[in-house]
Every structure is written in C-alpha cells, then in structure tokens.
C-alpha cells in the first residue's frame, strides 16, 4: 500500500498550513504500523489520508490496487467500507444498543437481518462481548466501548484497520488488554493495522514498523532498531527517554531545593543508549566508593542500548560526590539535582 508523494494544505484566513509536505510511506500487507509525532506533526492527517477522509492536494494514495485520490465517489465509499476505523473517544451513538452500533454499517451495505444477527454474533465473539449486546454504550467501561467500536470496524471484512490514538483515553491494564486484541486481529484475520499513538509502551507491544513525522514531513520509518539510530531527532529522543519519574512523596515532603549539612542530593540521570545503566553503577560503587539509594529506574532496552531515566539519592557529602558529577559530565551522562534530602 504505497502512498506516495502526498502533500496536504490547509488554508486558514491569511496563511496556509503544510500539514503534510511530500509524504511518501510504504505499508506492506500484515504490518502494524505505529506513527509517532509531537502534537499538531501531521499524524491524524496522514492516517485520514489513507482513506480519503482528508483529500491530499498532490501525490496518490495507492490502496487495494486502486489509487484512491482518481476514484469518483462511488467507487471510494465502495472502497472504504473494507477499511475499518476506530477513535480514541470510540464514537459509538449512544442511542443504539451495543449489537445495533456493530450491526450498522452492515445495515449501510444493505446486508439482510438474518445475515447481520450471524456476524454481529461472530463479532462479539471475537471481541468477547457477548453477554453485553443488549446494553447501551452509556453502561460500559471505556475498554469495552474500545471492543464495541472494533467489532463495528470488522464488520464488513476489512483488509485495513486504522486507529486514531484507540488507547490513549484507556488506563495501562485495559489498554494492554486492547492491544492484545488488535495484534490477534491483525494475526488471526490478516488485517494491516496502522496506528497514531503517543505510547512508547504501543509501539514496543504490537508494532513491527515505526513511522515517525514531524512538521508535515517523514523524518523515518522501520523497526524499533533503525529508529533508534535517529535518537538525537527530538522527537525520537522525547519518545525514547519521554518517562517523567516521580520523587516517592515520602521523600518529596523532605526534599530542600539549597544544600546544606546533613542533606544528600537527589540526582535524576537520563540514560540515552550512550552508556549502560549497570555500568554507571559500578563506577559509582567501586571507583567512586559512592553509596546511593535507588529510589526509581524506568528504563527499557532496545538492542543492547538502555533508555530512560534513573533516580538516585547519593548518600555521601557534597565534596565526596564531586568526583562523580566529574564523571557523568566527562561521559556526556545527563544529570540533574533535582534536591537534597
Ligand atoms: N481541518 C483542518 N483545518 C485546518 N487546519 C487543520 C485541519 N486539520 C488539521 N489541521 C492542522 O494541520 C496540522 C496537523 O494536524 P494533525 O491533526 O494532522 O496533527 P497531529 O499530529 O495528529 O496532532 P495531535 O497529536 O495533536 O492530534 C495542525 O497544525 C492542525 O492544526
């Protein structure tokens, strides 16, 4: 599914907005394909390209076989029922019960009664929400809206499914237990899946491809490993060492912005695949004769290399410690005071 060369404007009153700016991304049949960028970077434009929701000014979007941007209208709606979609806030009409929001765009088709029963059944099935398809969207949790709109999606066989951030108002547990169901779908059905997420945690669950845009443009694409070699691109850093780590509030409530006798400080260190965290620890330990607290580690591995962010509460005075700020600055480790305790 090549799109190819896509341009979109938007034109506000005095100016023109380049939302995407030659846009090319290839997207091979059975792929998830994650798209990552900062805020207002163009991702929901290029996902509602795919299926025309947005018309790009110039380039083709080539789908099916078909380049979507030369279909009249017909022949699109036509094309766009096997393309399924789903919302970061659901979108479900709350007047309908869950088995008629699944059922409607079968209706749309014109498919008959007895056929609708027979595949909103099978999809509940595999949304495994059989016992709630006489209830009204206003009576389930925000996963189960989430396997409402999926099962809505699936309806009519689609080859492709797009999400629009379909986690982000989901809290960690339900929103692993949806990913889990969007990878048996894209194993179990063969649907493509492409994706807008914020989530580092989504791309590192189900994505085998990563495409990352910034300001209307595609700075990258491929696996974890390759858009790792573009850390130093803002937003792939941000994505890579995005963790704010919390102070425990135990410690929190004694912490002291200024130095003095008898408090030790509080040092956040960013790791950014420049240098292992164990490694760091043992220099601390044995070179430095340092003793810390470990207070919180939130790092992840992609390849050999470590991401993320480290709290340690060293625990000597400021004269023992300067050694070691010598080091991590020498070794370009990222550090920051955050207080002394
Ligand atoms: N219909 C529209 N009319 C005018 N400007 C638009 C329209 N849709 C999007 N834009 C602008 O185009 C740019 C890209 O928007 P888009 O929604 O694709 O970004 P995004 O990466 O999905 O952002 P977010 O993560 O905040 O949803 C933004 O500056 C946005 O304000």
């Known amino acids: ?53 947005e018309k790009p000014d110039s380039g083709q979007v080539i789908v099916n076989g078909k380049d979507f941007t030369k279909l009249n209208s017909k022949d699109l709606a036509n094309e766009r029922k096997k393309i399924g979609m789903i919302f970061q806030h659901f979108n479900l009409l709350s007047s309908r019960t869950v088995f008629e929001n699944i059922a409607l765009p079968l209706e749309l088709n014109n498919v008959n009664k007895f056929k609708i029963t027979e595949r909103v059944n099978e999809l509940l099935k595999i949304v495994a929400l059989e016992d709630k398809a ?27 499914l797009l999400c629009d951030e379909a986690t982000s108002a989901l809290d960690p547990t339900t929103t692993q237990a949806i990913l889990q169901l ?13 994706l ?45 060492i995005s963790k704010s780590i919390n102070i425990p509030q135990s410690l929190s409530n004694k912490i002291q912005l200024q130095p003095s006798v008898g408090l030790f400080p509080i040092v ?28 919180v ?28 700020f010598q080091y991590f600055n020498n070794n370009n480790i990222i550090n920051t005071i955050k207080g002394y305790a």
């Not at 907005?17 to 030659?22: I, V």
């Not at 009576?139 to 066989?157: E, F, H, P, W």
């Not at 969007?182 to 492409?194: A, E, R, Y």
């Open 297 to 324: 580690a939130d790092i992840e591995y992609f390849g050999d290399a470590n991401f993320g962010k480290v709290l340690l509460h060293l625990q000597n005075s400021p004269k023992e410690n300067e050694s070691l």
């Open 268 to 295: 956040e260190i960013e790791l950014f695949g420049n240098i292992l965290f164990q490694e760091i620890l043992t220099v601390i330990h044995h070179k430095y004769s340092i003793r810390y607290k470990l207070i």
């Open 196 to 240: 807008i997420t914020h989530e580092m945690n989504v791309i590192k669950t189900i994505c085998n491809q990563v495409a990352v845009i910034d300001q209307g443009k595609l700075i990258t694409k491929g696996g974890l490993d390759t858009i790792v070699t573009h850390k130093k691109h803002p937003i792939v850093k941000q994505f890579l």
């Open 182 to 194: 969007l990878k048996n779908i894209n194993q179990q059905l063969g649907i493509t899946i492409l």
């Open 1 to 53: 599914m090549p799109i190819i060369n896509i341009t979109k404007n938007f034109h506000h009153k005095k100016s023109t907005l380049k939302a995407l700016d030659k846009v090319s991304l290839e997207v091979e049949k059975g792929d998830i394909v994650g798209i990552i960028g900062f805020s207002g970077a163009g991702k929901s434009t290029l996902l509602r390209s795919v299926n025309l929701l």
């Open 134 to 160: 006489n209830h009204y969207p206003k009576n389930l949790s925000g996963g189960q809206k989430q396997r409402v709109a999926i099962a809505r999606a699936l309806a009519n066989n689609p080859y492709l």
